[in-house]
């Protein structure tokens, strides 16, 4: 009888291990690559962002990058409005979202489904920047 017992708990141990570990393999890392086809597109968006050159925090804007499976931005990205108007950088940010989620969708991956806020953009030195992070850190791309 204790031999059963033990038997018995010890294969729900090792099917509770195998279903959590295959779990934690399907979700991909958070901070994975772009794919193929986004990296041009992110080059894209960082080149028509630029210097993001800025004499006020009112020049500075936040557009939301990338797409995660569960919905919503990967990231944000500062860009400054001083001597530009965003419609080419909008357009750029909205096609690799959409890349974004096609190649999700091609692949099921899956996502943590955590929430990325939007951090603001402040002027400092001359330059548009993401706001710090309320834990000290920051969501810069």
Known sequence: MHTSTYSALRTACAAILLLATSACGSAPAQDAPPAPGNAGLLAQIQAEVGAAACDSTQQCQTIAIGAKACGGPERYLAWSS????????????????????????????????????????????????????????????
């Open 82 to 141: 001083k001597d530009y108007d965003g419609k080419k950088l909008k357009a750029l940010a909205q096609a690799q979202a959409e890349a974004s989620r096609k190649q999700q969708q091609a692949d099921g991956i899956m996502s943590t489904c955590s929430i990325v806020t939007d951090p603001g953009a402040t002027c400092e030195a001359g330059r548009c920047v993401l706001q710090k992070s309320a834990m000290g850190g920051s969501s810069a791309m």
